[in-house]
Every structure is written in C-alpha cells, then in structure tokens.
C-alpha cells in the first residue's frame, strides 16, 4: 500500500475528531508554538533597552510582558496536551474496535493461515504505533512547523543576512533524510512483523504449557523464543541506526551554519556595525529554530513506523468479508423438509497453508493433488441422523463445514429446504444449527454465561434445566461457586467430560433444529463417555443430526450411515446393511474392533 494512501486512510479515523477538539488541540498548539516568536526579542530588548540604553520604562513593562506570554504558553501547552491525548484514545478505541468487527467476519482460511499470536499484536502494538503517527506525530509536525516558520522569520526580522548564512544547509538534509526514512518503515515492518511471531510463540507455550513440561521441551521453546526475539532485535536495531543517523546529519549542518553566523556576527559586533543585543537575539533565534529542524526529523521516524504498522493493519481489515450473503439474501425459516448436498465438491484454497490441511486431515501436497470433496450427493431429512464415518482425513469434518456455511463448495450446492445456502442469510442459516465437537471451546467466563452463550438473557431456571439433562448440574453443584465459577482459559479447571457436557448444555440452550456433533466422546474416559453419550441422546431428540462418527459406538442411534473415503461418498445404509457388505466400512468397523480388544488384553497392569 503506498504511503500516501495509508496516511489519507488514518486520517478518515481522525475525521469525526475534528471539530471541536481536534481543531481547538491543533489551535491551542499553534498558539504555544507562535509565542515563541516573541523569545529572541525578549533577549535582544533586554541587552540592548535594558542593560546598553537602560531604558527605566522598558524595565518596568517588559517583565509584564514576559508573565503575560507565559502565561498563554502555559495554558495553551494544557490545552493541547489534554485535547490531543482525548482524541488519540478515542482513535485507540475507533481502530480496535474496527479490527475487531473485521476479525469477527473474516472466513476460518483467515485463521487457518494466520496465527493467533499475529492477529493480537495488530490490535495491540501495531495500533498503538498507528496512534502515535496518526494524533501525536501529526500534532508535533504541526507544532514544530509552526515553531519552525515563527523562529525563522524571527530570524529573518531580526538579521536577514546571519539567516542566510545560517539556514544555507537546511536544503542539502532533504534527500538523505528521505532516503533513511524509507529504510526506517522498511525495517520497522519488518520488526513488528517478527514481534508478531513472538507473540504468537509466547501464546503457543503458554497454553500449551502441560504438552511442553511433559515432554521436557522447556529448553527447546527457549531456544524458539531466544531466536524470534534475536530476529526482533535485529530489526529493531537496523531501524534504530536509520534513525538515529538523522538527528547527526542535522547537528553537523546545523554546526556549520552556527559556525558561519558566530565568526560573521562576531567580527560584525566587534567592529560596531551590529549591536550585542541584536546579535545575542539572533543567537537565541538560531539555537530555537535548529531544536524543531531536529523534532520534525524524529517525527518523520515516527510516522514511517506508523506507517509501517498501519500496512499490517489494512491488510486484515482488507480482508474479504467471510461469507459474500449477496444481494436479496432471503431469511431461511426452521428446516420443514430436508438439507441436501447436489454434486458438492470442495477443494481448500491453496494459501490457506497447513493449518487448514491440518484441520482437513491433509498434508499440502495432497491439496494440490486432489479435491477434499468430490461429486457428494446426500440427503439429510428433518429429523433424520444421519453419521458419517471413514478413514483419517477422508474429508469427514470438511462436508460437516459446508452445512453451517464455514465454507462455500467449489462445486455443486448445499439447499436447505429448496433454498441454495448461497442465497440465504448467515443469521438465518446459523440460527438453527447447534454444533457440538470433540474440541470443546470455554471461553474464560463463569459456568453460567458459557452455558448461556447467545442466549444471554435466558433465566437462570433455564440454563439450570438444560445443565440437568446434559449431566453437568451435578458437578457444578460440587464448584466453590457453583454457576459463578470461573472456568478459566479454555475451561482448563474442568475435566475433558465436564466441558464436554457444558458443550451439549451450551447447544441444548440453543434449541437450535439442526444439529451437527462432530465426534463429541473420543477423547473421554468410560464414565464420561457414558454421561456425555447419555446426553446426547436427549439433544439428539426431534433434531435434524449429522454425526461426524470416530467411534463406531456412537453411531447407535442414526437411521443411516454414510462412509467416505478419499473425498468421494462409497457407501450407504444401515450397520447391519454395510457389514454385510464387506467393503470399507466393515474394514474400519473390524479395525476399531481389532484395536480395542489389544487395548484391553495388552493394556498397562499394576504390579
């Protein structure tokens, strides 16, 4: 994105600051910044009117002068200071708060290929430099310019000649300021790039602390950390050597300016065609103007930096929204008829890397190879379940996406009632599909809004009740708070069982017609399996299910089986039906079979 472009964006964010605090911080700015005209003549009237004329009445109303000055200066520092500061935290707010609605739409390909860590330092410290280039380096370019201009033609009142001499060099800084500045964004990019992946390592360990303890790896992460912040710091410094040449440069230029004035000046006081006191307000003018010459250098570093985080920040915000609903989207009403796939194939977008493979169950090279879905034909009546089981990536949890609309298929289409999904409303479509998976996601909350989530006005009688059918009330109860407990980060207080019932209570509050349970008990103990498998019998009454199906023990009450293999639906039927059959499902069910029963004869004793 180009630099002008960036910078007319951030100021769209100032824009409903304008008026009035923006304009009266900027006003009272100018003001503190214009006053220090009056500096060098304060200094030259004292030697000269005061000391070498010893004017009494200059004597008696120039100190009045002076605190009136002053005094201005002071309360317009106050105002620009405070007004400034209002705004660029309301711009802190405007810009989070738009990160975050994007995030919130953006498609799973986004977080697939992005990592959490990356997502977070945008919002964090890539705004936070955004704001400083935006409120606090626009103010200071504003302030010194205007420092800059009152000292100058102070300079130029008081000496034209000195000021010729002094400001000869001021052009010849221009290029290699602009040559340094495009190094500077460049590197401080490249840092907050890095800073990114820094932030996305820390989270990783710490939440996966438990995985890097057991398997001793606490030096390996260290390793990782010690790397990425050594990448940072190498940036950081390429950037800091960009800047801190440019304040250099402007002391030599301003030293040989100052050189020339101080030989001229002084050979002219000398021999009596120049007055001390003319020449000190000069000197005093000269030493002023170089302090806002060296800020405006600064601030030009400020604002490639915030440039360069702005870069980061458009570009999410440039994402494509997740779902185009399209123009006439009409409101889909509860399921009265049948989902149906038509000839769906799906194949995952190649830069979404290999995270989405991961979550598929493919490696990259065989995206490239082959369709994760092809030509699926499948009905789903309401009030039918219907599971679905085959190998490892098979594309099993890919067909379970379409349903709610997390992915469109690159081929074919998905109908709700006639209607293709593509047509229809998010709201509408998500409103009537509960999903429960063997990932169960809490966020850091109490038991209650957990249960609650989307259904947060819901009476506490309520969320008690469907605590109660998904087993769960009976150990809430045992909690120090009971429904006010917190359960943590990612419900990590609580059991694999327990968050799993919170899960079914969570859906079960949604009363959601359609349900999808993607393998809900595989990663649980006998007893929990038995607790959680008992409640989602009572979600899956009267419901519309697809059971993404691991465990052939959970497939005991669907009216029908499909089996997928390498993208393709191979087969269909009952259990008893499939068996017979002889083909991939009774491999698979014989395979589970096989497998439990070694895990049973061969399994760990205790001496």
């Known amino acids: 994105m180009e630099r002008g472009t960036s910078y007319r964006r951030l100021l769209s964010y100032l824009r409903p600051y304008v008026w009035p605090r923006f304009v009266g911080g900027a006003a009272c700015m100018m003001v503190f910044s214009a006053t220090t005209f009056y500096l060098p003549f304060l200094i030259r009237d004292i030697f000269d009117d005061i000391f070498a004329a010893r004017d009494w009445a200059m004597l008696a109303w120039l100190p009045a002068l002076s605190l009136a000055v002053f005094s201005v200066r002071s309360l317009a520092n106050y105002g620009s200071s405070y007004l400034i500061e209002w705004v660029a935290q309301r711009i802190v707010v405007d810009f989070r708060k738009a990160l975050n609605e994007r995030v919130q739409h953006l498609p799973l390909s986004f977080f697939n290929r992005t990592p959490t860590g990356s997502i977070v330092s945008r919002a964090t410290s890539d705004v936070t430099q955004v704001n400083t280039a935006l409120t606090q380096s626009t103010i200071a370019l504003l302030q010194d310019t205007t420092s800059l201009i009152a000292l100058l033609l ?29 190094r500077l964004r460049r590197h401080a990019r490249a840092g907050q790039e890095t800073l990114g992946t820094l932030a996305a390592l820390l989270q990783e360990t710490a939440q996966g602390n438990r995985v890097v303890k057991a398997f001793g790896m606490e030096e390996y992460e260290q390793g990782r950390f010690a790397g990425e912040s050594g990448r940072v710091f190498h940036h950081q410094m390429k950037a800091t050597r960009a800047k801190a040449l440019i304040q250099p440069l402007m002391e030599m230029l301003a030293a040989f300016g100052a050189a020339g004035v101080i030989w001229y000046g002084g050979y002219s006081v000398l021999s009596g065609t120049r007055t001390q006191g003319a020449f000190l307000g000069f000197m005093a003018a000269l030493l002023l103007v170089y302090e806002p010459f060296k800020r405006l250098a600064k601030v030009n ?14 570009e999410v915000l440039d994402e494509p929204d997740e779902i185009d609903e399209g ?26 890397g290999d995270r989405a493979s991961a979550a598929a169950g493919l490696r990259s090279s065989e995206l490239e190879d082959r369709a994760a879905l092809d030509g699926i034909d ?51 479509l998500r409103g009537q599909i509960g999903i ?17 989530y989307g259904s947060s006005a819901a009476p506490d009688a309520e969320v008690e009740a469907a605590a109660r059918v998904a087993h769960a009330h009976e150990f809430i109860e045992t909690l120090p708070d009971r429904y006010d407990t917190v359960v943590g980060e990612l419900g990590v207080t609580l059991s694999g069982g327990q968050r799993q019932r919170l899960a079914i209570a969570r859906a079960l509050m949604k009363n959601a017609p359609i349900l999808i349970l993607d393998e809900a008990t595989s990663a649980l103990d ?30 005991r009450r669907c009216n029908r089986i499909i089996v997928i293999d390498r993208g393709r639906l191979v087969e269909e039927g009952s259990h008893e039906e499939l068996y017979a059959l002889g083909a991939v499902y009774r491999r698979l069910h014989d395979q589970q079979a096989l497998s439990m029963t070694s895990v049973a004869d061969t399994g760990p004793t205790c001496a």
């Open 154 to 182: 102070a300079a130029f009142v008081l000496d034209w000649s000195l000021a010729l001499i002094a400001f000869v060099g001021f052009p010849i800084a221009v290029l290699p300021v602009l040559n340094l500045s495009k």
């Open 301 to 314: 570093s400020e604002i490639q930096r915030g440039l360069a985080s702005a870069s980061r920040v458009f």
């Open 327 to 352: 123009e006439g989207a009409v409101d889909l009403v509860p399921i009265m008829d049948a989902i149906r796939l038509e000839g769906v194939s799906f194949r995952y977008p190649k830069r979404a």
């Open 378 to 428: 499948l009905v789903l009546r309401r009030g039918e379940a219907v599971a679905v089981v085959g190998p490892s990536g098979a594309g099993k949890s890919t067909l379970a996406d379409l349903i709610p609309r997390f992915y469109d298929p690159t081929a074919g289409r998905v109908t709700l009632d006639g209607t293709d999904l593509r047509d229809a409303t998010l709201a509408s």
């Open 436 to 452: 429960v998976t063997q990932f169960t996601f809490l966020f850091n909350d109490t038991i209650r809004a957990n249960i609650a």
């Open 526 to 555: 006998s007893e929990s399996e038995r607790l959680v498998q008992d409640a989602i019998d009572h979600l899956m009454e009267g419901r519309t299910t697809l059971v993404i199906a691991h465990r052939f023990s959970t497939i």
